[in-house]
């Protein structure tokens, strides 16, 4: 059996903020934010509102939207950072809500890329015969983990969830997988609520997401350029043979340097940066969905999905669209 993504659905906060929140919180304005980012709106979860609720809304959307029953679900694969709590996982507490009794739930923790490891992982659990329906949901309340004291950041990050539902199939949508991950430069781009060290470096203990911009712009767009190309290779296929692109929604300007170093008009991306800014691990879906929704993606494209993000780690594919 092959895997196939079979239903998309996601879901948003209704707490909308415009960029000019910041400017009474610290010194910037909508036009700085606007023309370093793409960044006009974000949307922030109440604060009784956390990643299981964005991820069972999403789930619950795909459900109807695709006349899906979920009750059959066997595996909950679940991407995040703001996880509710450490333990039990955000799967499952989702397991329990959707009252999915028998499936294995799991929490991964790959930043931004962590949709993508699901959908890798979800493809590889179905084609070896372990598993025949896997839920893959990306979900953040970011919101919740933002320093608003810095100015670098907070203005970056929203709050999203996305859900899709990949199943075993006699043909599958989901093409060959790149994963990969870059420890050395884990100090870049962390979030730790205990004082720690990485690679040697004493790190902040604030709960909150660190970040040196500059570098993890510039290695995103490096090394995200080399590895759509392998990605293409993977799946014998060049960059013209693609119709959408859908990387992380990390900032305009990374998409739109991705897409002229990987040879693709900046018009064949898909982006949930500019209504959502950077919701990590719910950034590709949200996008993709919007895409969707706007009637752009459509039956047999070819779709490249592309995360990256602390870890540093990265994650691709390519689907063709079925649904
Ligand atoms: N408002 C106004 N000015 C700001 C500001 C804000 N919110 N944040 C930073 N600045 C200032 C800086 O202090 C700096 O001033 P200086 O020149 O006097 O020192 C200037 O703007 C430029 O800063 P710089 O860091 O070079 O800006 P940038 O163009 O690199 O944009 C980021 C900053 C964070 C938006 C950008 O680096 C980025 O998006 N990086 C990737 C972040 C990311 O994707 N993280 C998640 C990974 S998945």
Redesign the pocket.
């Given at each position: 059996m092959q895997a196939k993504i079979t239903a998309i659905g996601t879901y948003a906060p209704e707490q909308v903020i415009d960029n000019h929140y910041?400017e009474n919180l610290?010194?910037?304005?909508d036009e700085?934010?606007q023309s370093?980012?793409g960044i006009k709106t974000r949307h922030f979860a109440r604060l009784n509102e956390f990643t299981s609720d964005l991820s069972e809304k999403a789930a619950l959307n795909l459900a109807r939207d695709y006349n899906k029953d979920l009750s059959d679900v066997d595996f909950i694969l679940l991407a995040t950072v703001s996880h509710d709590h450490v333990m039990p996982s955000v799967a499952a507490v989702l397991q329990h809500r959707l009252g999915i009794a028998q499936a294995g739930a799991l929490d991964i923790s790959a930043?931004?890329a962590g949709f993508g490891y699901g959908v890798s992982l979800a493809k590889g659990m179905i084609e070896s015969g372990m598993h025949r329906k896997v839920l893959v949901i990306g979900a953040e309340v970011l919101s919740k983990v933002t320093d608003f004291s810095d100015?670098?950041?907070c203005?970056?990050f929203g709050d999203g969830a996305g859900a899709v539902l990949v199943e075993a199939a006699e043909k599958g949508n989901v093409g060959a997988c790149i994963v990969g991950a870059e420890g050395n430069g884990g100090q870049d781009?962390y979030m730790s609520s205990q004082s720690t060290m990485i690679n040697g470096e004493l790190i902040k203990a604030s709960g909150k997401i660190y970040?040196n911009?500059?570098k993890?712009?510039k290695w995103?767009v490096n090394r995200m350029t080399e590895q759509a190309k392998v990605l293409l290779d993977k799946n014998n296929l060049t960059i013209d043979d693609i119709d959408w692109f859908v990387p992380?929604s990390?900032?305009m300007?990374?998409i739109e340097a991705l897409c002229k170093g990987i040879g693709i008009p900046v018009e064949k991306a898909l982006e949930s940066i500019s209504v959502y800014g950077?919701t990590?691990s719910a950034s590709i879906p949200l996008a993709l969905y919007e895409g969707i929704k706007a009637g752009k993606v459509k039956k047999g494209d070819k779709v490249m999905l592309l995360g990256?993000?602390?870890g540093l780690s990265y994650a691709g594919t390519v689907v063709e669209w079925g649904v």
């Open positions: 910041f610290i010194e910037t304005s700085w934010i370093r980012t930043a931004c100015r670098t950041s203005i970056l781009l970040q911009g500059r993890v712009f995103a992380h990390a900032n300007r990374i950077n990590s990256f993000g602390g």
